[in-house]
């Protein structure tokens, strides 16, 4: 049977629990991209950056990349970029939307 895990979900703008996150021994961070969701929306991958340089072990991931949205050979560049500068620590997470799915009314 495979070791339990837990992971903490985080918006672009906590970046700054990301250490302490770490520091409480949780094994990943998460962080999603919305285009469109009340409060501030980041870019999921640059939010991934800059905690993979604030932390040193613990796992990071995206919730989820909106592959659709972008051009692949960009996705590719800086997700393979990502990977590296976390030194291999970075769990890639696609899909392709559905925030606001069809017939339901979102203010």
Known sequence: MADLQFGVSIRGTDIDHVSAIEA???D??????????????????????????????????SAINLLPLRPP???AKAVSTLDVVSNGRFIF??????????????L
């Open 24 to 26: 409480l021994g949780f």
């Open 73 to 75: 050979v960009v996705v």
């Open 93 to 106: 997470g696609v899909g392709v939307g559905g925030e606001f799915p069809r017939g339901r009314r979102h």
């Open 28 to 61: 990943s961070v998460w962080t999603g991209e919305p285009m469109l969701f009340h409060g501030p929306v980041t870019d999921g991958l640059i939010t991934l950056a800059a905690c993979a340089g604030k932390t040193s072990h613990i796992k990071i991931g």
